[in-house]
Nanobody, 123 residues
């Protein structure tokens, strides 16, 4: 019954911005955390940012520090990933995942995943 649906991916030029959305159903963000991950072909899945209740945020990837921001709108049961100053190396499938209460950088800690949304950064 828990479902996560990512949206907002697409093609963007280097230096551009994109905002991804993760719409959650079957849960309340008061009690679940959401983490954004990404995976490029041939690379390991990489945890990016997590947000929990009370707008506590945790960053895992130095490669996106200062460029990516996570936020939540509990009324809409939606978490966002704002991506600025995009680089070609940001090209990947971006996923949101959820688990109860506590953020984790490890994908295996998460039981629910969205289907992913493709982000391509290219001229």
């Amino acid at each position: 019954q828990v479902q996560l649906v990512e949206s907002g991916g697409g093609l963007v030029q280097p230096g551009g911005s994109l905002r991804l959305s993760c719409a959650a159903s079957g849960l309340t963000l008061d009690y679940y955390v959401i983490t954004w991950f990404r995976q490029a072909p041939g690379k390991e899945r990489e945890g990016l940012l997590c947000i929990s209740s009370r707008d506590r945020m945790t960053g895992y990837a130095d490669s996106v520090k200062g460029r990516f921001t996570i936020s939540r709108d509990n009324a809409k049961n939606t978490v966002y990933l704002q991506m600025n100053s995009l680089k070609p190396e940001d090209t990947a499938v971006y996923y949101c995942a959820t688990r109860a209460y506590t953020c984790s950088r490890y994908g295996y800690d998460y039981g629910y995943w969205g289907q992913g949304t493709q982000v391509t950064v290219s001229s």
